[in-house]
T-cell receptor, first 111, second 112 residues
Framework: SQELEQSPQSLIVQEGKNLTINCTSSKTLYGLYWYKQKYGEGLIFLMM?????EEKSHEKITAKLDEKKQQSSLHITASQPSHAGIYLC???????????FGKGTKLSVKP | DAGVTQSPTHLIKTRGQQVTLRCSPKSGHDTVSWYQQALGQGPQFIFQ???????QRGNFPDRFSGHQFPNYSSELNVNALLLGDSALYLC???????????FGPGTRLLVL
C-alpha cells in the first residue's frame, strides 16, 4: 500500500524566514494535495499538483511536484505567524477516490 | 456559499455506546468521504458515499457504518464504541468521486 512520509515532523522558524516541507511517496503519485490544519480543526485545501514538474503558488506558498512524481515540496517565503499550523500532504490511493495522508508537519512561527 | 458543515462539534460517550455524526456537503458536491484522525496522525479514510451508496471503504470494522441521503448529506454511525475510537472525525465533500475534497471542521469524539 502507498505511504507518504513528511519531513521535518516539526519546524520552528523566526518570522520572515523561508522554509521548506517535503513529502515523499512510496509509489508514483497521481495527484498530490496540500492541506493546512489548525490544531483540532478541519483541513483547509491549499493546492493540488498533478503533472511531474508542475509548480503552483498561492500568496507566499509554492508547491512543486518533482519529475519522477514521487516527491513534492512546499515552500513558504517570508513566513508570518498566520502560516503556523500543521501541513498535510495527501495522495490518491490509485484510481480510487480516497486520499492517503502523511502524518503532517507542525509549523510554528515566532514573532 | 456555505462550506462543509458537521455536527456536533464535540461529543463524549462511554464504551459500548453508539454514536451518530452528521455532515452536510458543500453546495454542488454529491460525494461525501469520512476520515478518522487520531492525535498526531494524518487522517485515515473510513468510507466514501456517492449516489446514496457506499462506493469505497478503508480498513475499518463494520462497527463503522454510514448513510447518504437524497440531498447528499451523510451520517457516520459507530456502534459498540471502544476507547480507541476517540479521535477527530472529518467529513469531506467533492464534486465527484475523484475531485478535490473539501473538509468540514470535524467532530471531536471522546470515549470514556
Amino acid at each position: 500500500s502507498q505511504e507518504l512520509e513528511q519531513s521535518p515532523q516539526s519546524l520552528i522558524v523566526q518570522e520572515g524566514k523561508n522554509l521548506t516541507i517535503n513529502c515523499t511517496s512510496s509509489k508514483t503519485l497521481y495527484g498530490l494535495y496540500w492541506y493546512k490544519q489548525k490544531y483540532g480543526e478541519g483541513l483547509i485545501f491549499l493546492m493540488m499538483l498533478q503533472k511531474g514538474g508542475e509548480e503552483k503558488s498561492h500568496e507566499k506558498i509554492t508547491a512543486k511536484l518533482d519529475e519522477k512524481k514521487q516527491q513534492s515540496s512546499l515552500h513558504i517565503t517570508a513566513s508570518q505567524p498566520s502560516h503556523a499550523g500543521i501541513y498535510l500532504c495527501g495522495a490518491r490511493g490509485g484510481s480510487q477516490g480516497n486520499l492517503i495522508f502523511g502524518k503532517g508537519t507542525k509549523l510554528s512561527v515566532k514573532p | 456559499d456555505a462550506g462543509v458543515t458537521q455536527s456536533p462539534t464535540h461529543l463524549i460517550k462511554t464504551r459500548g455506546q453508539q454514536v451518530t455524526l452528521r455532515c452536510s456537503p458543500k453546495s454542488g458536491h454529491d460525494t461525501v468521504s469520512w476520515y478518522q484522525q487520531a492525535l498526531g496522525q494524518g487522517p485515515q479514510f473510513i468510507f466514501q458515499y456517492y449516489e446514496e451508496e457506499e462506493r469505497q471503504r478503508g480498513n475499518f470494522p463494520d462497527r463503522f457504518s454510514g448513510h447518504q441521503f437524497p440531498n447528499y448529506s451523510s451520517e457516520l454511525n459507530v456502534n459498540a464504541l471502544l476507547l480507541g475510537d476517540s479521535a477527530l472525525y472529518l467529513c469531506a465533500s467533492s464534486p465527484d468521486r475523484v475531485g478535490t475534497q473539501y473538509f468540514g471542521p470535524g467532530t471531536r469524539l471522546l470515549v470514556l
